[in-house]
């Protein structure tokens, strides 16, 4: 009964989803509808390993920014679809994970964390200094093809909208089969307490390895569609560090380690920042990261659940104060 | 050749005093608190605006006004202590991380509003004065920095190996429970290894405000070279901190002198991988987490 109700719920929520560039038509609503959609499969792809495995990695532009490198490379020197571009910066992004991993992990907690962003920012610094490889600091623009379906160009945002819903559906597909499987229920021991899950068999390496392997090929994903869509590409947006950050903050602020917990998460901070830069022009620098930190030191302090947990505890609240049903 | 080299080692021995003082903050309050500032360079940052106001409003120099940076932070970090860590403290990593990180947010943001990105200087009387030793040359603005620098790291080791209160602190970090157990207040305690961690990057914030340009960021390099000598020094020794904070000044110079202006970053960098590769305990050995 309930799996069929969650069904229809998923499968209506998912029409609306289709019909909404049909029906909205102002390009600056889609962008922030393509925005909400792209941080969202961000942060599905963070929270994989650091929601449910609490690997916290402050480092996923690293990714991101081989994936955006990878296919940008490949279109402009070789002449290869970004389609293709895409799985490969993906690949690209599972292989480079191996070593960084092998490093980060040696340390847990919050110096993980900070091995991280170091190796995110070393990876920036690389390609800022090589110039012939990948035209170094002032980056390049992708050649625009007008409307090229093969070569992921598109004439009008509505298409970009249904990439990149594509995206977040596959994401979010992958970690509810992980949830269901073996796998999900060893990421979250390791993430309860690593020493105690290694006690009982669980082979935490190797687990860490892997899940760090599918987030790292989902969030270089997100980087080939981010510069076909802005058409254009430098060390500085590639590898920002603003990336990283918001991998992790809309999945703390929707829930850490729940399905759910990064789309809510996403639209709650991105729609603020739309509002915000609505109501003061974006004319103050920082405003939007400011209420940013806000809002994370808010649910820290006294949510650490998240809004999901908020939602489930308020409806608890609810059903409770309901008579029960004979 | 000799001199280029002996003149590069004195460039990163004189900046990493300074480095010395973040990272000694960072170590101090991992080691008793056990948890991870990643707002530390922001409170240098916030001390060096300190410095700029009191100088281009008042006329004082930037180096008297550690006397104003360094209680203001304390005090800062006290507050900072009693209302938003110790709410924290516990078994769980991501609230740790997260509180201090989005501090680090917040403040840097804040700055940016406040102050706008650009860059803020102080010239003092001093500021272009030097040295010359043979054929080499000291900064004088660098040479006080190194030397305060050093002067308030002596303090702060006798303060924990002469006083109650520093015992109280070596004691916690060494062992919490046991230190719990012999009646010392945790609270107080780490309040002060806060306050203590914070006027210190207070007084870096100060230092460096003759020979350097404040702007919102400036913060994050220091935190990031503070975090890399952390890891080399082995996580909570303060000596190591300090002995890794001079070495990495020094590989960061040598790096601009000999591979390019803009690849001091890469050598530390390269310094933490490979800390993390062959000595992820830290070059002393001692215990990683």
Redesign the interface.
């Known amino acids: 009964m309930i799996v069929t109700r969650n069904l229809l719920w998923l499968a209506l929520g998912l029409a609306i989803l289709i019909a909404l560039p049909l029906v909205v038509k102002s390009s600056f609503a889609v962008d922030i509808f393509i925005r909400i959609l792209l941080f969202s499969f961000i942060g599905v792809a963070w929270n994989l390993m650091g929601g449910y495995a ?1 690997q ?1 990695s ?1 480092g996923h532009a690293a990714y991101f920014g081989l994936g955006a490198y990878t296919s940008t490379i490949l279109q402009i020197d070789f002449g290869v679809s970004p389609w293709i571009g895409m799985v490969a910066g993906g690949v690209v992004a599972m292989l480079a994970s191996l070593p960084i991993g092998w ?2 992990f ?6 993980f ?3 991280t ?3 995110a ?2 990876l920036m ?2 390609f ?2 090589f110039r012939d490889f990948a035209w170094g600091a002032e980056g390049t623009t992708i050649p625009n093809l007008g409307s090229a379906p093969l070569m992921m160009q598109f004439e009008g945002k509505a298409a970009y909208y249904y990439v990149v819903l594509g995206l977040l559906v596959s994401g979010l597909t992958i970690t509810w089969l992980i949830e269901r499987s073996w796998m999900g229920y060893y990421l979250v021991a390791i993430g309860e307490d690593e020493d105690a899950a290694e006690a009982i068999g669980v082979n935490a390496p190797r687990i860490k390895r892997d899940i760090y392997m599918i987030s790292s090929f989902l969030t270089a994903l997100a980087g080939t569609f981010y510069t076909q869509y802005i058409y254009f590409i430098d060390p500085a947006t590639a590898f920002s560090f603003n990336i990283s ?1 918001e991998a ?1 903050l809309v999945s ?1 602020v929707g829930g ?1 380690g729940t399905l759910w917990g990064p789309v809510i998460g996403t639209v709650l901070l991105e729609t603020t920042s739309a509002l915000l830069q609505s109501w003061l022009g974006g004319s ?7 209420v ?3 809002i ?2 808010a649910i ?2 006294w949510r ?1 659940t998240g809004l999901i947990g908020v939602a489930t505890e308020a409806y608890r609240r609810f059903a409770s104060r309901r008579p029960a049903r004979a | 050749m000799w001199e280029t080299l002996a003149q590069a080692v004195i460039n990163g021995l004189l900046i990493g005093g300074i480095y010395a003082l973040v990272s000694i903050g960072v170590t101090l309050i991992f080691g008793v608190v056990k948890i991870v500032n990643f707002a530390q360079g922001e409170f240098v940052m916030i001390g060096m605006y300190i410095s700029f106001f009191l100088s281009s409003q008042f006329g004082v120099d930037p180096i008297v006004s550690l006397v104003v940076s360094m209680p203001v932070l304390f005090v800062a970090g006290v507050l900072i202590q009693h209302f938003l860590i110790r709410r924290v403290l516990g078994p769980n990593d991501m609230p740790q991380i997260f509180l201090t990180f989005a501090l680090s947010l917040l403040l840097l943001n804040l700055a940016l509003m406040l102050f706008t990105a650009n860059y803020r200087t102080v010239h003092t009387s001093y500021s272009d004065e030097a040295f010359h030793l043979g054929g080499l040359y000291i900064p004088v603005a660098k040479l006080i920095a190194f030397v305060v620098a050093m002067g308030l790291s002596g303090a702060l080791w006798i303060f924990l190996h002469t006083t109650d209160l520093g015992k109280a602190m070596r004691a916690a970090s060494q062992n919490r429970d046991v230190a719990m157990l012999m009646g010392i207040n945790p609270n107080r305690v780490f309040c002060v290894a806060l306050g203590v961690a914070l006027a210190l990057a207070g007084a870096a914030g100060s230092l460096l405000m003759p020979f350097y340009s404040a702007y919102p960021f400036v913060g994050q390099v220091f935190t990031l070279m503070a975090f890399v000598a952390v890891v080399l020094g082995g996580l909570g020794n303060v000596m190591g901190a300090l002995v890794a904070s001079l070495m990495m000044g020094v590989a960061e110079s040598l790096g601009i002198q000999f591979v390019g202006a803009d690849s001091g970053l890469i050598v530390v960098f390269a310094m933490l991988l490979l800390t993390l590769a062959f000595r992820p305990t830290g070059l002393g050995g001692g215990k990683a987490r």
């Not at chain 1, 040696?106 to 110096?111: C, D, E, S, V």
């Not at chain 1, 103050?284 to 400011?290: E, S």
């Open positions: 609490k916290l402050l490093l980060c040696r340390l847990r907690g919050p110096y964390t900070i091995a962003i170091a190796t920012q070393a610094l690389i800022l200094k950050i992790a703390i850490i103050v620098g920082g405003i939007q990261l400011t940013y930190s806000l994370l030191m820290i302090l650490p």
